[in-house]
């Protein structure tokens, strides 16, 4: 089963707010991609999840699974 971890990176003087989604794949070895955090979208997180599926698993969907502990971020699995 593939836990992709998305969180939410605070804008900064030259880039605005961002998500970064990722997936520890072994030690050491970690997939990650980053997006603009989507305002308009109804859950910004999944926009970051789906980018992160779309890149290593084509054709899987980026399911919500629940928040993380720290409430910066949300936790996605793949189906399909």
Do not use: C
């Amino acid at each position: 089963m593939i836990a992709i971890h998305t969180k939410y990176l605070n804008p900064t003087n030259t880039r605005g707010a961002r998500v970064k989604a990722s997936v520890y794949r072994s030690r050491g070895v970690i997939w990650s991609v980053t997006v603009g955090y989507d305002h308009a979208a109804d859950d910004p997180f999944s926009v970051g999840a789906q980018a992160l599926a779309d890149k290593h698993w084509p054709g899987k969907v980026a399911r919500y699974v629940g928040a993380t502990l720290d409430g910066n971020g949300n936790v996605f699995t793949l189906e399909g």
